[in-house]
């Protein structure tokens, strides 16, 4: 679908229909005539930000930085971090097998390991806790202050795991006064949300905020073997903040959330890749690229899908994926002299994940995989001394210390296929990691002259991990069939690295702002933990990868601060790059396989055309590839090098507009928002059947009333109006002859009623 055409449905359905998800995220975007961007500045309302440690203006931040404030996570219908990637240049997520396996790429930077061990390469940040367990990443979205997303290495501020980017989400705290709302929506699908809020003062010093949200929808993946719908949602988050401040100079916030998840997850539908007629003759020879298609294709053991249609798959058995989540944080601010501050996060986290995902999507199941339970528990502590922000010469210093603990126990059911593995019907694995990391760090900016600044910063990351790992033979049952384990292995490794960045910013005038950076940053080393049958050739030790980045940017607040426009260059020197694949026998593991380099630039743009009509959007553009990449698969010896990296499209368009009608009854606002993404590789290798088949597109609106005394809001929404087809990811299980296969959400639309008090 054209852009041409996206923009004329806008404009055309934006009367009637609007966007605000199942859950309506980020629950404090105030009424209307508070989003009205002109009414108090004049201009663009500004958004201040921490990115730095330090409060400042986002229009004033020496980075490449996105910021969301309520109003934009609300109107938009964000749901979780996922949808993060219609609003940021150069960032995709997406989410396999339900929310437990998310798969995160900035620029070009991310992991596509879906083991449970696998950490980003994108830091999430929650109120300044760290998220490590990819489990506890794709957490529900509501009640938001803000969300700032960094793009590039962050390794000085935001430690290791931060060379794609960072992402912090903020939420609202409790104020001085008595106030809320409550909201409540329905939708196709039968789907029904709500979600709501509440803050209550407990004298001068004291007061709490309580917010919550419980999200329910029927699944659109029709499973021909029983004929029901599957990939259901039936989750629900809840958190509470008690905020005590017995002085201007003493704030500190307690806060205790938790969530859960329990679905049907299995939202991937099943396409076979070999040709018929040739495996007909014993020969599994695959279909080219352009014939993999749903309804085309068989497994190795000849099974055809009957029906083309994506959102369809058969299943022979139930599938589940259940998450649990819950975490505590205790975040201190004390001012103290002239200005100095000390500040100390302590966090703790835990995740349970169990996923049962059934094989290849035919009535005779060739495997099962039973991932689960696993248990993953952090604790984290970050200590930070920062010096008053308006000082010629500003400076943070702090240390962080990080343990975690993952317990996992996996049960590959391979009764179907265990001719292929002699003789053994199923592998039980059993594994524990734990992981101790202490950083130091400092950076510190210098008013070189009344324009000019000088910003400088390093950390140095020591970390140790340990992995005591086994696996055993057995039959379907779990019963061993082997007199001792197939391994039984203890490793330990550790590793330090150093990150860093410099960077100037010159004040061209009170509203253009130029810099240029070089930042070093670094992914940790680990284990492969997703062998099982095969520790000689898979569970190998893996090393960090290194990312030296070159940056060059333009903040601008343009027409009386009615226009905001902002570019930025990057050039990223990567080595040791941590590459994830499958070997000929379908063990999946990690190597620094190759060195890389990715050059891009990024646009964003908002601006107020009239007090009543608002427009913006964002346009990235990539340029990667691998370098000095070869690999010997079964024997077969490729050259990859010049290859695009996985997650990487070289074009990325955001587009939205708003509107606002205001009348003698209250305010109507018209939004929509328009996304596209050109084509990416799943694979290292370009196999076109392991592409997303072109580019995707989506589009939503949004259409709202708020009364006049901005007590109440009704609103019409739809995501995905046009009702486009587009492939999210592929996982290529060529040992069995098929792929898994993940399509975006069908249209959806519903209304949503809130109350604000």
């Known amino acids: 679908m054209s852009i041409i055409r996206a923009a004329f449905l806008a404009g055309t359905t934006m009367a009637f229909m609007p966007l605000t998800a199942y859950a309506q995220a980020g629950g404090t975007a105030?009424?209307?005539?508070?989003?009205?961007?002109?009414?108090?500045?004049?201009?663009?309302?500004?958004?201040i930000v921490t990115a730095q440690r330090r409060e400042e203006s986002l229009q004033?931040?020496?980075?490449?930085?996105?910021?969301?404030?309520?109003?934009?996570?609300?109107?938009?219908?964000?749901?979780?971090?996922?949808?993060?990637?219609?609003?940021?240049?150069?960032?995709?997520?997406?989410?396999?097998?339900?929310?437990?396996?998310?798969?995160?790429?900035?620029?070009?930077?991310?992991?596509?390991?879906?083991?449970?061990?696998?950490?980003?390469?994108?830091?999430?940040?929650?109120?300044?806790?760290?998220?490590?367990?990819?489990?506890?990443?794709?957490?529900?979205?509501?009640?938001?202050?803000?969300?700032?997303?960094?793009?590039?290495?962050q390794g000085t501020l935001y430690g290791k795991n931060a060379t794609g980017?960072?992402?912090?989400?903020?939420?609202?705290?409790?104020?001085?006064?008595?106030?809320?709302?409550?909201?409540?929506?329905?939708?196709?699908?039968?789907?029904?949300?709500?979600?709501?809020?509440v803050t209550v003062p407990m004298g001068d010093t004291l007061s709490m905020r309580v917010a919550g949200t419980y999200q329910k929808r029927d699944g659109y993946v029709t499973d021909l073997g029983t004929g029901t719908k599957v990939n259901n949602i039936d989750q629900w988050a809840a958190r509470g903040i008690l905020r005590w401040q017995p002085s201007s100079d003493v704030d500190i916030r307690l806060n205790?959330?938790?969530?859960?998840?329990?679905?049907?997850?299995?939202?991937?539908?099943?396409?076979?890749?070999?040709?018929?007629?040739?495996?007909?003759?014993?020969?599994?020879?695959?279909?080219?690229?352009?014939?993999?298609?749903?309804?085309?294709?068989?497994?190795?053991?000849?099974?055809?899908?009957?029906?083309?249609?994506?959102?369809?798959?058969?299943?022979?058995?139930?599938?589940?994926?259940?998450?649990?989540?819950?975490?505590?944080?205790?975040?201190?601010?004390?001012?103290?002299?002239?200005?100095?501050?000390?500040?100390s996060v302590t966090g703790y986290e835990t995740s349970q994940r169990h996923v049962l995902q059934e094989g290849n999507g035919a009535p005779s199941t060739i495997f099962t995989i039973n991932w689960g339970p696993s248990d993953f528990e952090s604790i984290s502590q970050e200590?930070?001394?920062?010096?008053?922000?308006?000082?010629?010469?500003?400076?943070?210093?702090?240390?962080?210390?990080?343990?975690?603990?993952?317990e996992v126990h996996n049960f590959y059911n391979l009764a179907d296929a265990s001719f292929a593995l002699g003789g053994l019907e199923a592998f039980d694995q059993y594994y524990v990691q734990s992981t101790d990391t202490f950083a130091a760090f400092a950076q510190a900016e210098l008013e070189v002259t009344d324009r000019l600044n000088l910003t400088v910063g390093g950390r140095i990351n020591h970390e140790k991990r340990d992995l005591d790992h086994s696996s055993f033979g057995t039959d379907r049952n779990g019963n061993n069939l082997l007199p001792g384990p197939l391994f039984d292995i203890n490793l330990q490794e550790s590793w330090t690295e150093w990150s860093g960045r410099a960077a100037l910013s010159y004040d061209f005038t009170d509203d253009v702002m130029g810099f240029v950076s070089i930042n070093r940053g670094f992914t940790s080393?680990?284990?492969?933990?997703?062998?099982?049958?095969?520790?000689?050739?898979?569970?190998?030790?893996?090393?960090?990868?290194?990312?030296?980045?070159?940056?060059?940017?333009?903040?601008?607040?343009?027409?009386?601060?009615?226009?905001?426009?902002?570019?930025?260059?990057?050039?990223?020197?990567?080595?040791?790059?941590?590459?994830?694949?499958?070997?000929?026998?379908?063990?999946?593991?990690?190597?620094?396989?190759?060195?890389?380099?990715?050059?891009?630039?990024?646009?964003?743009?908002?601006?107020?055309?009239?007090?009543k009509f608002e427009i913006g959007g964002s346009l990235g553009l990539l340029d990667s590839e691998y370098k000095n990449f070869s690999r010997t698969n079964a024997g077969v010896t490729e050259d990859l090098s010049g290859n695009r990296?996985?997650?990487?499209?070289?074009?990325?368009?955001?587009?939205?507009?708003?509107?606002?009608?205001?009348?003698?009854?209250?305010?109507?606002?018209?939004?929509?928002?328009?996304?596209?993404?050109?084509?990416?590789?799943?694979?290292?290798?370009?196999?076109?059947?392991?592409?997303?088949e072109g580019a995707t597109v989506n589009l939503d609106a949004r259409l709202a009333w708020t009364s006049k005394d901005e007590a109440i809001e009704v609103a019409l929404w739809a995501k995905n109006l046009t009702d486009e087809v587009n492939i999210i990811d592929v996982v290529e299980v060529g040992l069995f002859g098929y792929q898994n296969v993940w399509y975006n959400t069908p249209r959806t639309y519903g209304l949503s009623v809130g109350y604000r008090f």
């Open 645 to 692: 990296l996985i997650g990487a499209p070289n074009t990325q368009f955001n587009l939205y507009g708003r509107y606002t009608i205001p009348t003698s009854i209250g305010d109507f606002v018209l939004r929509g928002d328009f996304t596209y993404t050109g084509n990416r590789y799943y694979d290292e290798r370009e196999l076109v059947e392991l592409s997303s």
């Open 525 to 611: 080393g680990g284990f492969n933990t997703g062998a099982f049958n095969d520790p000689v050739g898979a569970l190998k030790i893996y090393d960090p990868e290194i990312v030296i980045s070159y940056e060059a940017g333009l903040r601008t607040s343009l027409a009386n601060n009615r226009v905001q426009f902002n570019v930025t260059s990057f050039l990223y020197d990567y080595s040791d790059l941590q590459v994830f694949t499958f070997t000929a026998g379908g063990l999946q593991f990690i190597e620094n396989a190759s060195d890389a380099s990715i050059k891009g630039l990024e646009f964003e743009l908002q601006a107020l055309v009239t007090d």
């Open 30 to 47: 105030g009424p209307a005539t508070e989003a009205d961007q002109a009414t108090e500045t004049g201009g663009i309302r500004p958004i």
């Open 256 to 343: 205790v959330h938790g969530g859960g998840s329990d679905t049907t997850h299995n939202n991937s539908v099943h396409r076979g890749i070999f040709d018929p007629a040739q495996l007909a003759l014993g020969n599994t020879v695959k279909l080219p690229g352009n014939a993999i298609v749903a309804g085309q294709g068989v497994d190795i053991f000849g099974y055809r899908d009957p029906n083309p249609d994506p959102y369809v798959n058969t299943y022979e058995g139930p599938t589940f994926a259940k998450i649990d989540l819950f975490g505590v944080s205790l975040v201190g601010d004390f001012t103290f002299g002239d200005g100095y501050t000390v500040t």
């Open 383 to 406: 200590l930070r001394l920062s010096s008053p922000s308006d000082d010629a010469f500003s400076w943070v210093i702090g240390g962080f210390l990080f343990h975690e603990r993952g």
């Open 165 to 197: 980017g960072a992402i912090s989400v903020y939420s609202k705290l409790p104020g001085d006064y008595l106030e809320g709302y409550v909201r409540a929506g329905y939708g196709n699908y039968d789907a029904f949300e709500t979600e709501g809020a």
């Open 60 to 153: 004033d931040v020496p980075l490449a930085i996105s910021a969301l404030d309520a109003q934009r996570i609300t109107e938009s219908g964000f749901n979780d971090v996922e949808d993060l990637s219609s609003a940021v240049p150069n960032l995709n997520i997406s989410a396999l097998w339900g929310t437990s396996s998310p798969k995160v790429f900035m620029r070009g930077i991310g992991n596509n390991n879906f083991n449970q061990t696998a950490e980003s390469k994108v830091a999430i940040y929650l109120d300044q806790v760290y998220l490590s367990a990819p489990s506890g990443q794709l957490f529900q979205m509501y009640d938001l202050e803000r969300i700032e997303v960094l793009r590039g290495p």
